[in-house]
């Protein structure tokens, strides 16, 4: 499975943006999926996730209430909608597939590239 994120950029505090995250096969509407983010000097850390069956979603408490994940399973795309954003929420944004234990932990069998989201104040 390819994974190919893109909706990254420069926007101001207060902001939105809405990443995308495309998957290259048919079997997609069968995984878990994830988006995490990576932010200068720090861990990856779990933004958000959305099941395959059922799509229920499950968030980070730095994020709940700004940030929502969805999925399209006829364009075998994930959505990550992240409204009201804030400086601290400048990172590199990456998409997963597959999760191999729980989905708010970063071991996943597919990782996009990830994609820059610069936030200013």
């Known amino acids: 499975v390819q994974l190919v994120e893109c909706g990254g950029g420069l926007v101001q505090a207060g902001g939105s943006l809405r990443l995308s995250c495309a998957a290259s096969r048919r079997t997609f509407s069968s995984y878990h999926m994830g988006w995490f983010r990576r932010a200068p000097g720090k861990e990856r850390e779990f933004v958000a996730g959305v099941m395959w069956r059922g799509g229920s979603t499950v968030y980070a408490d730095s994020v709940k209430g700004r940030f929502t994940i969805s999925r399209d399973n006829a364009e075998n795309t994930v959505y990550l909608q992240m409204n009201s954003l804030k400086p601290e929420d400048t990172a590199i944004y990456y998409c997963?597939?597959?999760?191999?234990?729980?989905?708010?932990?970063?071991?996943?069998?597919?990782w996009g590239q990830g994609t820059l989201v610069t936030v200013s104040s």
């Open positions: 997963a597939a597959d999760p191999r234990l729980d989905v708010r932990r970063p071991i996943y069998n597919y």
